[in-house]
């Protein structure tokens, strides 16, 4: 094997084996997020929060879900990537009931 290669090699162990270590298994303190000036809840049970782009604009949207009536709530992010600004939430529904995911 070539040398450079055999360093460069090294180098990239080196930087993966630091970057694995250097993340931690501790969560950060908790925050409550608003939307439309309210905080965010759920009415029933837990909540299970999901970050994703619905609307293909660039900036992810949140997604909460309920453990009580496997109800889905959408809230479109009006801000950006990096300061997200919530608006009101949106219920997930096919025609006019409340969409359902199964939950258990």
Do not use: C
């Amino acid at each position: 094997m070539h040398l450079p290669l055999l360093q460069w090699l090294f180098a990239a162990m080196l930087f993966l084996y630091g970057t694995v270590l250097a993340g931690s298994d501790e969560l950060e303190q908790g925050v409550r997020l608003k939307a439309a000036g309210e905080l965010i809840d759920t009415d029933v049970g837990h909540a299970a929060p999901f970050l994703y782009d619905l609307d293909s604009d660039g900036d992810r949207d949140l997604l909460v879900g309920q453990f009580g009536q496997g109800k889905l709530k959408f809230y479109f992010n009006t801000g950006t990537e990096k300061k997200p600004v919530y608006g009101k939430p949106e219920w997930f529904k096919t025609g006019k009931d409340f969409g359902k995911i199964p939950s258990g």
